[in-house]
C-alpha cells in the first residue's frame, strides 16, 4: 500500500519523464577519456595494491557483498521507495561478474552509468558522483576486481515496482538530474583541499547518504547533490547536515577531531553509529592519515548553512506527566553511565548534554539507538568499543518517548518531543 500511494504521488513526475525520455534518447553521447594505456590497467602488483586502497576508500565492498557472502560477489539487497536492488558481481567470473568487461567498459559504468550491454545503470549505484573519478583510479579499481578469485555468483535482477522497471524512464531521469562531468580543481585551495574534495565528493560519495532528495530519488540540492542531510528512506536513519552546526556541521571542529571521527571512530567531539559506524569499519579507518587529513580540511572549509529552528512554532512541550516518567527512566536506565548531569565519560559513555545526535529532529537515530541499542565501529583507533545497550526489550513506545522527550529538553538541550508514534514508526524499521 505504502508503494503504491508512493507510486500515484510521483505519477505527475513520472509522466514528465515520460514526456522526456524521447529527448534524452537524443542527448549527445558523453565525452571518452581513453586510458593512458594498456599498462594503466594491467594486474601488476603496485596496480592491483592501488586498486585495493581505492576500493576502501570507495567502500565498494558495502553494497556488492552480501552478509556472509564472498567478498564483491554481490547479492546484497538495498531496500529503497521504488523497489528493491541487488549489487552486482564484481569478481572476475566470465559469466557472472566482470571477467568480460573492459577498462572501457569499466570506466563507463563509473563515469556513465552505462553498462557493458548498453543498459543505464539505476542511481542506486551512485555513478552521479562516481562520474568525478578520474580514468587513472578508475583503472587501477579494474586491474584489482580483475585480480580476485572469480566467484561464480548470478546476479539477482532488481525488483522494481511499476513504472521504475522502465529503461525509457531513466533515461528520462537521467536528463533531469545526471551530467557525466569532472571535479574541476581548484589551484587557488592547495592540494590538500582538492584532495579532499576529490575523496568527498567522489571516491567517498558522501552525497549519496548526507544529501536531501526528492520523490524520484535525485538530491535536492541540484545536479550536483549537497551534504544538506535528511532522512534516508534506504537506510533508516536520518544522515544529518554536514554543513549545517545544528546538526552535524564540521566547521568549528578541530581537524584532529574530524580526522579521529572518520579513522577510528569516536572522538572528543562524537562517535560513529548506525550506517556510518559500517562506513568508518569497512572504508575510512583504512585511509592514510594525510587523506583523512584532506577530508577533514575539505568538510571543515565548507560554508556554513543555517541552523534548523531547534522547535518549529506551535511545537507544544511534552506533559509534566511524560517528563516526570522521562526522568524517573533516565535516572534508572541511563544516568550510570551518561552521568545525572548529562556529561558523560568519554570515550566510553558520550555525552547527552549539547549533543547533537540527541536532538536531531527527526529523532529516528535517537529512537533506534535507545530500541536497538548499537556500537561504534570496531576499529585499530578504538579496538574495544563500548557500546549501547538495547532497551526496546524493556521500555514500551510511550516509556521511550518519554526519556527522549526529557533528554532532548533537559541540560541545555532545545529540542522538540518525541511521540510514542514516533517510536512505534521509527521501532518496526530494519535495515540489512
Same mark, same amino acid.
Given at each position: 500500500?505504502?508503494?503504491?500511494r508512493a507510486?500515484?504521488?510521483?505519477?505527475?513526475?513520472?509522466l514528465?519523464?515520460?514526456a522526456?525520455a524521447a529527448?534524452a534518447?537524443?542527448w549527445?553521447?558523453p565525452?571518452?577519456?581513453p586510458a593512458?594505456?594498456?599498462?594503466?590497467y594491467?594486474p601488476t602488483?603496485q596496480?592491483?595494491?592501488?586498486?585495493a586502497y581505492?576500493?576502501?576508500a570507495?567502500n565498494?565492498?558495502?553494497?556488492?557483498? %552480501?552478509?556472509?557472502?564472498? %567478498?564483491?560477489a554481490g547479492?546484497r539487497a538495498?531496500d529503497t521507495?521504488?523497489?528493491?536492488?541487488?549489487?552486482p558481481?564484481?569478481?572476475?567470473?566470465?559469466?557472472?561478474?566482470i571477467?568480460?568487461?573492459?577498462?572501457?567498459d569499466?570506466w563507463n559504468? $563509473?563515469?556513465?552509468?552505462i553498462a557493458?550491454?548498453?543498459?543505464l545503470?539505476?542511481?542506486?549505484?551512485?555513478y552521479?558522483?562516481?562520474?568525478?573519478?578520474?580514468r587513472?583510479?578508475a583503472d587501477? $579499481?579494474?586491474?584489482?576486481?580483475?585480480s580476485?578469485a572469480p566467484?561464480?555468483?548470478?546476479?539477482? @535482477?532488481?525488483?522494481?515496482d511499476?513504472?521504475?522497471?522502465?529503461?525509457?524512464?531513466?533515461?528520462g531521469?537521467?536528463?533531469?538530474?545526471?551530467?557525466?562531468?569532472?571535479?574541476?580543481?581548484?589551484p587557488?585551495?592547495?592540494a590538500?583541499?582538492n584532495?579532499?574534495?576529490y575523496?568527498v565528493e567522489?571516491l567517498?560519495?558522501?552525497?549519496?547518504?548526507?544529501?536531501?532528495?526528492n520523490?524520484?530519488g535525485?538530491?535536492k540540492?541540484g545536479l550536483?547533490g549537497g551534504?544538506?542531510g535528511?532522512?534516508?528512506?534506504?537506510?533508516?536513519?536520518?544522515?544529518?547536515?554536514l554543513?549545517?552546526s545544528?546538526?552535524?556541521?564540521?566547521?568549528?571542529?578541530?581537524e584532529a577531531?574530524?580526522?579521529?571521527?572518520?579513522?577510528?571512530?569516536?572522538?572528543a567531539?562524537?562517535?560513529?553509529?548506525?550506517?556510518?559506524?559500517?562506513?568508518v569499519a569497512?572504508?575510512l579507518?583504512?585511509?592514510?592519515?594525510?587523506? $583523512?587529513?584532506?577530508?577533514a580540511?575539505?568538510?571543515?572549509s565548507?560554508?556554513?548553512?543555517?541552523?534548523?529552528?531547534?522547535?518549529?512554532a506551535?511545537?507544544?512541550?511534552?506533559s509534566?506527566?511524560?517528563?516526570l516518567e522521562?526522568?524517573?527512566?533516565?535516572?534508572g536506565?541511563?544516568?550510570q553511565?551518561?552521568g545525572?548531569?548529562?556529561k558523560?565519560?568519554?570515550?566510553?559513555?558520550?555525552?547527552? %548534554?549539547g549533543?547533537?545526535?540527541?536532538?536531531?529532529?527527526?529523532?529516528?537515530n535517537?529512537?533506534?539507538m535507545?530500541?536497538?541499542?548499537?556500537f561504534?565501529?570496531?576499529?585499530?583507533?578504538?579496538p574495544?568499543?563500548?557500546?549501547?545497550?538495547?532497551?526496546?526489550h524493556?521500555?514500551?513506545d510511550?516509556?521511550?518517548?518519554a526519556?527522549?522527550?526529557?533528554?532532548?529538553?533537559?541540560?541545555?538541550n532545545?529540542?522538540? @518531543?518525541?511521540?510514542?508514534?514516533?517510536?512505534?514508526?521509527?521501532r518496526?524499521?530494519t535495515?540489512?
Amino acid at each position: 500500500m505504502k508503494r503504491l500511494r508512493a507510486a500515484l504521488l510521483a505519477l505527475p513526475l513520472v509522466l514528465l519523464l515520460a514526456a522526456l525520455a524521447a529527448v534524452a534518447l537524443a542527448w549527445p553521447r558523453p565525452r571518452f577519456v581513453p586510458a593512458a594505456s594498456p599498462a594503466a590497467y594491467a594486474p601488476t602488483p603496485q596496480n592491483v595494491a592501488r586498486g585495493a586502497y581505492l576500493a576502501r576508500a570507495v567502500n565498494c565492498i558495502a553494497c556488492h557483498t %552480501a552478509r556472509a557472502g564472498a %567478498a564483491y560477489a554481490g547479492g546484497r539487497a538495498l531496500d529503497t521507495p521504488f523497489g528493491r536492488f541487488y549489487g552486482p558481481n564484481l569478481t572476475p567470473d566470465a559469466e557472472t561478474g566482470i571477467g568480460s568487461w573492459s577498462a572501457d567498459d569499466f570506466w563507463n559504468a $563509473l563515469h556513465n552509468g552505462i553498462a557493458r550491454d548498453g543498459r543505464l545503470l539505476y542511481p542506486a549505484f551512485p555513478y552521479t558522483n562516481y562520474t568525478r573519478v578520474t580514468r587513472a583510479d578508475a583503472d587501477a $579499481l579494474y586491474a584489482y576486481f580483475r585480480s580476485l578469485a572469480p566467484q561464480r555468483q548470478p546476479n539477482r @535482477p532488481h525488483e522494481l515496482d511499476f513504472p521504475y522497471n522502465r529503461q525509457l524512464l531513466l533515461a528520462g531521469w537521467r536528463l533531469l538530474y545526471f551530467r557525466p562531468g569532472d571535479l574541476s580543481p581548484q589551484p587557488a585551495r592547495g592540494a590538500q583541499w582538492n584532495r579532499g574534495a576529490y575523496l568527498v565528493e567522489g571516491l567517498g560519495h558522501c552525497s549519496a547518504c548526507h544529501s536531501a532528495r526528492n520523490a524520484l530519488g535525485a538530491s535536492k540540492d541540484g545536479l550536483e547533490g549537497g551534504l544538506e542531510g535528511g532522512l534516508n528512506s534506504t537506510l533508516g536513519w536520518y544522515a544529518p547536515s554536514l554543513t549545517a552546526s545544528g546538526e552535524a556541521g564540521l566547521g568549528d571542529w578541530d581537524e584532529a577531531h574530524i580526522v579521529a571521527l572518520l579513522g577510528a571512530g569516536i572522538s572528543a567531539r562524537g562517535s560513529a553509529t548506525g550506517p556510518m559506524a559500517e562506513v568508518v569499519a569497512r572504508s575510512l579507518q583504512y585511509l592514510t592519515p594525510e587523506d $583523512l587529513g584532506a577530508m577533514a580540511a575539505y568538510l571543515k572549509s565548507l560554508p556554513a548553512t543555517p541552523a534548523p529552528t531547534p522547535i518549529p512554532a506551535g511545537t507544544p512541550p511534552a506533559s509534566e506527566q511524560v517528563m516526570l516518567e522521562g526522568r524517573r527512566i533516565y535516572a534508572g536506565q541511563c544516568a550510570q553511565c551518561h552521568g545525572d548531569d548529562g556529561k558523560g565519560k568519554l570515550p566510553a559513555y558520550p555525552p547527552l %548534554a549539547g549533543n547533537r545526535a540527541v536532538t536531531l529532529t527527526p529523532a529516528v537515530n535517537a529512537i533506534r539507538m535507545t530500541v536497538n541499542g548499537g556500537f561504534p565501529p570496531g576499529t585499530r583507533g578504538n579496538p574495544r568499543p563500548y557500546g549501547m545497550p538495547p532497551f526496546g526489550h524493556e521500555l514500551s513506545d510511550a516509556q521511550v518517548a518519554a526519556v527522549l522527550s526529557w533528554i532532548r529538553a533537559s541540560w541545555g538541550n532545545a529540542a522538540p @518531543p518525541v511521540s510514542a508514534a514516533d517510536v512505534n514508526r521509527y521501532r518496526a524499521i530494519t535495515s540489512d
